[in-house]
């Protein structure tokens, strides 16, 4: 298998690449900060998930 380079906008084209971010946006509080501190370092990518049904209460009352 032969792969391809991405190449990003703003993003260095030395690999690997590093996307990081919290596993669930709990809220913009969190993700801000968060955001904030990875740019500090450096980091151009970021990523957080925003809804973990396995954590939701609400979500997880529901029967299929």
Same mark, same amino acid.
């Given at each position: 298998?032969?792969?391809?380079?991405?190449?990003?906008?703003?993003?260095?084209?030395?690999?690997? /690449?590093?996307? +990081? #971010?919290?596993?669930?946006?709990? @809220?913009?509080?969190? $993700?801000?900060?968060?955001?904030?501190?990875?740019?500090?370092?450096?980091?151009? /990518?970021?990523? +957080? #998930?925003?809804?973990?049904?396995? @954590?939701?209460?609400? $979500?997880?009352?529901?029967?299929?």
């Amino acid at each position: 298998m032969e792969l391809e380079s991405i190449l990003l906008p703003g993003v260095e084209a030395k690999r690997p /690449i590093v996307i +990081a #971010g919290p596993c669930s946006a709990e @809220t913009e509080e969190q $993700v801000m900060d968060t955001a904030k501190q990875l740019a500090a370092k450096g980091q151009k /990518i970021y990523r +957080a #998930g925003i809804w973990k049904p396995r @954590t939701n209460r609400e $979500v997880s009352k529901v029967s299929v």
